[in-house]
């Protein structure tokens, strides 16, 4: 069931369920979802008062995640526009030609195709080849520095994820969104960083911050910069 309070100048809509579990939790997704547990035969006064007990808490990790999240703008695929590749703007330009290609080339991409509005595809196909040839690199001595955790990723593997940069699965698989690579590479040493500390620490608790602040002393300067040059 969809329950919801008011905190402030604030709505917090939170899904109930109730269960045999002895405590009530709550949980805040990275999709921003606020769900709550509680034992059965729990009052909904009960809930909702424990619910504006931990609302500036909840608020926080919903500020949190949204802050996580893509929020690239739509270009266009016409010569003229802007495109990033790792943090710097380039020039897009298109030029007939029987050949396909894509290729860097002072401070443009150059699309060669027969077809201009091939153009769009053509740039994804390059993007993502350039992500998985990229992520890898970055991610290897990453990977290697927190072998002393004994935790190693089962695999990192591409994804497109509208609402995440990353995210890491119960069986230890790392997953990247490919528009990563369009930011600076400290961006990208920072959602994997942070997806490597999930190996040890699965919720955003003080000791999850405390490993990803120990890992990567700047994280917050990176994340930030992410949310910018994204946004």
Known sequence: MTEAIQFGSRTITFHLEFTDRKSLGITVTPETDVLVRAPAGTSLEKVKEKIRKKAPWILRQQSFFLSFQPKTTQRKYISGETHLYLGRSYRLQIQLGTEESVRLK??????????????????????????????????QPLIE??????????????????TRWGSCTPKGKIILNPELIKAPKGCIEYVIIHELCHLIHHDHTQKFIDLQTREMRDWEKWKMKLEKLLA
Do not use: C, N
């Open 106 to 139: 002072g401070k443009f991409i150059e699309v060669t195709t027969s077809d201009k509005s091939r153009a769009k595809d053509l740039l994804q196909k390059w993007y993502l080849g350039h992500a998985r040839i990229r992520f890898h690199a970055i991610a």
């Open 145 to 162: 520095r927190f072998k002393k955790y004994k935790v190693e990723p089962s695999s990192i593997v591409l994804r497109d994820m509208p």
